[in-house]
């Protein structure tokens, strides 16, 4: 009878879950409107959900701007901005309480496999023909390959196109010149000259350590080993422990006695740095907002790219130095690859209502027009053309130099590339022969640098931060992605249990409990002691199996990558 109660209990129960999570499905609508001759729109306005897991609130911040307003006036589309942790996002995923777009990473195919076979997604392809005329002209191939990788057309990518650089290691200005400019061409001489530069000042003014070297562990515990230095000793993280040669497209085992392993020349470069006495011991525990916080108090003389690139300013925002990206001879750079999906994409949801207003969105989003608006701000008070050519406004180009967020003022860089804009910067316009961000220009980029980094620039003799890097690059010294296939990443299939297991338990093993042990040994013997004994305890946790996984698949998606003929 207990057993009949509780199973009648437990039926119920269930039935009440599932009715109770599920949302009530309304049929989508079209709305009506149209766009009148400067392309405005005319129709209804309606507001759209957009959820980014694990995302900041800077575009909430930013939705009242001129910018975004002026979206709105063009799309018809007013965003209600959403952030979820990724715990509560699983639990929307199985409960299929999603708002009206979610964003997905093209390489994570597993939660995209789920949300397409569970029947949460809409195949958008029928509505391209009537709202999407700039994504069918400007994204053709993108779409081409989203459709293959995620079996329809699902998935919007965001921030496609010609890669620009993103992970290098930076330096603090000041101290870099006055230890003479030192010379790097490996991991060595790049210790050497953090320790010529920590002895030029080895206290801050209030008494602080200076560290050559530090990170954080708050972005998977992984990030400080491995991504910039992976950038510049010339590989891609496909893998947590498999990377792939920009050159060559050869997987390396990260974790196994490799010379070409980017995780031991790390680990090695941090040991160094450590009996060197310049690196930070806060390296393994801290986050990364304490990090920051020691970067903006002079304490530490590296940074980890482009992407990133701070200028240390005091309360009166007063300039006080720069970090800088200083050429490695013989060292690469993460750029130069023409990215089909890059790190993110939009997928709209059964859920939507107006799944025609999402397309003409992203359809503005992926238009010159659009693209202008969010990378450079409203045409006549942000920009103008000058001569036919152009031009920030005088406001404007003093606002960045006095390092004013143009985000929070006007809305410039609206819904970022990992959201809205769906071509990069490096995109070119040819309207005006020029990059679709004003500022990529370097006659544009050096007419907003502050006094320090024009110093900077007359040094190396160049226009711009980035040419210090591509002069290297068409010299011959250093070497970008251009010969990398970045689609092959994007057609890898989602990691088996048995497999993902593996990785988290050999994961925990390489960041959480060797890399502190081996970084810290007291001498060369015990160094490589310790890096025999993790390798065993590595192999013993099943790095191998792991490996021959990852070979594998690595090969099929060449293989697919090579079939789709790009």
Avoid at 2 to 30: D, M
Avoid at 96 to 125: A, M, Q
Avoid at 262 to 284: Q, S
Avoid at 496 to 502: K, N, Y
């Amino acid at each position: 009878m207990k057993s009949t109660f509780k199973t009648t209990l437990f039926l119920f129960v269930a039935v009440l879950l599932i009715t109770g999570c599920q949302k009530k499905e309304e049929a989508p609508r079209e709305v009506s409107g149209s766009f009148d001759a400067d392309h405005n729109w005319t129709g209804e306005v309606v507001e759209i959900s957009i959820l980014g897991v694990e995302a900041t609130g800077g575009n909430a911040e930013t939705a009242e701007t001129p910018v975004a307003q002026y979206l709105i006036k063009k799309t018809g589309v007013k965003i209600n901005w959403l952030q979820v942790t990724t715990e509560k996002w699983a639990l929307q995923m199985s409960s299929g309480d999603l708002p009206d777009v979610v964003r997905i990473g093209p390489s994570d195919v597993k939660t995209s496999s789920t949300l397409v076979s569970g029947g949460y997604l809409v195949d958008f392809e029928r509505y391209l023909d009537t709202w999407g005329p700039n994504l069918k002209s400007n994204m053709s191939k993108q779409l081409a390959v989203s459709k293959a990788v995620h079996g329809g057309m699902y998935v919007i990518p965001t921030n496609t196109g010609s890669g620009a650089m993103l992970y290098y290691p930076m330096l603090k200005w000041k101290p870099y010149k006055n230890a003479g400019y030192p010379e790097i061409h490996d991991t060595d001489s790049f210790v050497q000259a953090l320790k010529k530069m920590v002895d030029t000042k080895p206290m801050t003014d209030d008494g602080k350590k200076v560290y050559g070297l530090s990170g954080f562990v708050d972005w998977g515990n992984t990030f400080s080993f491995f991504y910039p230095w992976a950038s510049v000793l010339g590989y891609d993280a496909v893998f947590t422990f498999g990377f792939a040669d920009y050159q060559t497209m050869d997987l390396v085992n990260q974790l196994d006695d490799d010379p070409r392993s980017v995780y031991w020349k790390a680990i090695e470069m941090m040991y160094k740095a450590n009996r060197l006495g310049i690196l930070d011991p806060d390296l393994f525990t801290q986050t990364n907002e304490e990090w920051g916080e020691k970067r903006n108090a002079e304490q530490i003389l590296y940074s980890h790219g482009f992407w990133d690139r701070p200028t240390i300013r005091d309360e009166d925002l007063n300039i006080l130095d720069t970090y800088v990206p200083v050429p490695w001879k013989n060292g690469s750079v993460q750029g130069g690859a023409f990215n089909y999906l890059y790190e993110f994409g939009f997928a709209i949801t059964k859920n939507c209502k107006y799944p025609d207003a999402v397309v003409r969105l992203y359809d503005y989003t992926s238009s010159f027009d659009g693209l202008e608006l969010l990378y450079n701000g409203i045409q006549g008070e942000d920009w103008n053309l000058v001569d036919g050519k152009p031009r920030p406004t005088d406001a404007i180009l003093e606002a960045r130099r006095a390092g004013q967020d143009l985000g929070l003022t006007r809305g410039i860089g609206y819904g970022g590339a990992n959201f809205l804009i769906a071509l990069s910067q490096l995109t070119e316009d040819p309207r005006y022969d020029s990059y679709i961000n004003f500022m990529m220009i370097p006659e544009i980029a050096n007419m907003a640098y502050n006094d320090l980094e024009q110093e900077v620039v007359r040094h190396y003799g160049t226009l711009t931060m980035e040419d210090i890097i591509y002069n290297e690059i068409e010299k011959g010294n250093m070497k970008d992605m251009s010969n990398y296939n970045a689609l092959v990443p994007r057609m890898l299939p989602a990691m088996p249990t048995d497999i993902a297991r593996i990785q988290t338990n050999v994961q925990q093993l390489a960041a959480a409990e060797w890399a502190s042990r081996v970084v810290y040994a007291r001498n060369d013997a015990e160094f490589a002691s310790f890096k025999a004994q993790a390798i065993a305890a590595f192999k013993e946790a099943g790095l191998d199996e792991l490996n021959r996984w990852q070979q594998d698949t690595w090969a099929e998606a060449k293989k697919k990558a090579a079939d789709l003929g790009i």
